[in-house]
């Protein structure tokens, strides 16, 4: 506890004199000062802390968690640049590699459609989840059409996935992307493009699409399109 407090003393009194003795303090054999001294070199951030720490053993508790820190303080580019490391790390968990990826995705969101479209190709549902997050909350241009093209080529779970999240991003672009999606052989696709369409601008086509589904033979498929039926408005839609 002593160890603890004297580093935790010089990083609040000498930040930059105190990196040398932090960095010998990541090979201590003492887990709880070895993750503290990455901690403290976290919050220092500046370029010897981050030396220090990209020389550290992998093994170091907390170390993942301290260059994450680290990269908030760097200019963008550098930031990109370590966030962009750290989710490429294969021995970080996989919750961690998430972080990662939520950082970059609010931190670049000119690149953010090509990261959510590459995640969502993967088969990892840690990183996926971020990325579903994302399409509702990003500023990115162009994400729903890039997503709308996409879309056929992922596995069955993601693509109903994908369609949840669309509907929280109501744009008249992934419209056709979605009819297409109600004729899927999945079910739960079907399930999640039929209800989508209930809170996309809506126009005629769509009227006379769901009363159509409304009165075919599968039940849940017409009960869904009634549903969305009720809901939907725009232009032509009583």
Do not use: M, Y
Not at 41 to 59: D, E, K, V, Y
Not at 178 to 183: C, E, L, S
Not at 205 to 228: C, H, I, P, Q, Y
Request: with cysteine; net charge positive; hydrophobic share 50%.
């Amino acid at each position: 506890r002593i160890r603890l407090g004297i580093i935790q003393t010089l990083t609040a009194r000498a930040p930059v004199s105190a990196v040398a003795t932090l960095a010998a303090l990541l090979g201590d054999q003492d887990p709880a000062t070895a993750k503290a001294s990455a901690t403290a070199l976290g919050q220092i951030g500046n370029a010897a802390a981050l030396a220090a720490l990209r020389s550290a053993p992998a093994t170091v508790p907390g170390l993942f968690e301290a260059k994450l820190t680290l990269a908030r303080t760097l200019p963008t580019a550098e930031c990109v640049a370590l966030l962009t490391e750290l989710q490429g790390d294969t021995r970080a968990a996989p919750h961690q590699r998430a972080s990662a990826l939520r950082g970059l995705l609010d931190l670049e969101p000119s690149s953010a459609a090509p990261r959510i479209i590459a995640v969502l190709a993967g088969t990892d549902w840690t990183p996926k989840q971020v990325a579903l997050e994302a399409i509702f909350s990003s500023r990115a241009s162009g994400l729903t059409a890039a997503l709308a093209a996409q879309l056929p080529k992922w596995d069955v779970p993601t693509q109903a996935a994908v369609i949840t999240a669309l509907a929280r991003r109501p744009d008249a672009t992934i419209t056709a992307a979605i009819v297409a999606a109600t004729r899927h052989t999945a079910a739960t696709v079907r399930t999640a493009a039929i209800n989508a369409l209930g809170d996309l601008p809506g126009d005629t086509s769509l009227v006379t699409l769901l009363a159509t589904l409304g009165s075919s033979e599968n039940f849940d498929d017409a009960k869904l399109a009634r549903a969305s039926l009720a809901r939907l408005h725009g232009p032509g839609v009583s």
